[in-house]
């Protein structure tokens, strides 16, 4: 059974201080690896996708990589506006539906 | 601009009383899926469509049904409804690539059952 888990629940982070946000998960064969940002009362932005061991993806102070087990998207000096929920999903070989984990709460203060 | 629109945004409705929750997208995107996002369960797909007259059962389909007559246009359709529905909504489209399924979303329907 595909499983997505994702750590920690909630992260509070002062402007600047860079951190990781980690999406660990288990499923028979990945075909992709999903991150999405939402803001409260939004529908999910998608941010990358990663498709194979060792791929990273970076956009702004954002930078995701991926091993066999687990993705990690690292934030670099954040600012207040990157105070979202980070959603992580994947997506089985052979599958046309994406699993997803229940989010990352990060707030960023000034 | 490209977008996944939903109507209704917001509906309180009543236990047994029929609804549709229309989705539609201008993207010519063959994939479209809904998801309800709940507390503590994060997002779960309910139903998704990889074109037209093709549509699938997702991880949380009961209750619920879906048509997909035109490329476009994904509606959600509950025949009665009960509050354990009572949930925020959301759809999706994507192109589907040889790579896998970046979808994009639409501003979500919360939908109350009393």
């Known amino acids: 059974e595909d499983q997505v888990t994702q750590s920690p629940e909630a992260l509070r982070l002062q402007e600047g201080e860079s951190s990781s946000l980690n999406c660990s998960y288990t499923?028979?064969?990945?075909?992709?690896l999903f991150w999405y940002r939402q803001d409260p009362g939004k529908g999910p932005e998608f941010l990358f996708t990663?498709?194979?061991a060792g791929e990273e993806k970076e956009k702004e102070r954002l930078k995701a990589t991926l091993t066999k087990k687990e993705s990690f998207l690292h934030i670099t000096a954040p600012k207040p506006e990157d105070s979202a929920t980070y959603l992580c999903a994947v997506q089985r070989t052979g599958a046309n539906n994406l699993f997803f984990g229940t989010g990352t709460r990060l707030t960023v203060i000034p | 601009e490209a977008q996944v629109t939903q109507n209704p945004r917001y509906l309180i409705t009543v236990t047994g009383k029929k609804l549709t929750v229309t989705c539609s997208q201008n993207m010519n995107h063959e994939y479209m899926s809904w998801y309800r996002q709940d507390p503590g369960l994060g997002l779960r797909q309910i139903y998704y469509?990889?074109?037209?007259?093709?549509?699938d059962k997702g991880d949380v389909p009961e209750g619920y049904k879906v048509s997909r007559k035109e490329k476009r246009n994904f509606p959600l359709i509950l025949e009665s409804p009960s509050p354990n529905q009572t949930s925020l909504y959301f759809c999706?489209?994507?192109?589907?690539?040889?790579?896998?399924?970046?979808?994009?979303f639409g501003p979500g329907t919360r939908l109350t059952v009393l």
């Open positions: 499923v028979s064969g990945l075909r992709g």
């Open positions: 990663l498709y194979s």
């Open positions: 999706a489209s994507s192109l589907r690539t040889s790579g896998g399924i970046e979808q994009f």
């Open positions: 469509s990889m074109n037209v007259e093709v549509t």
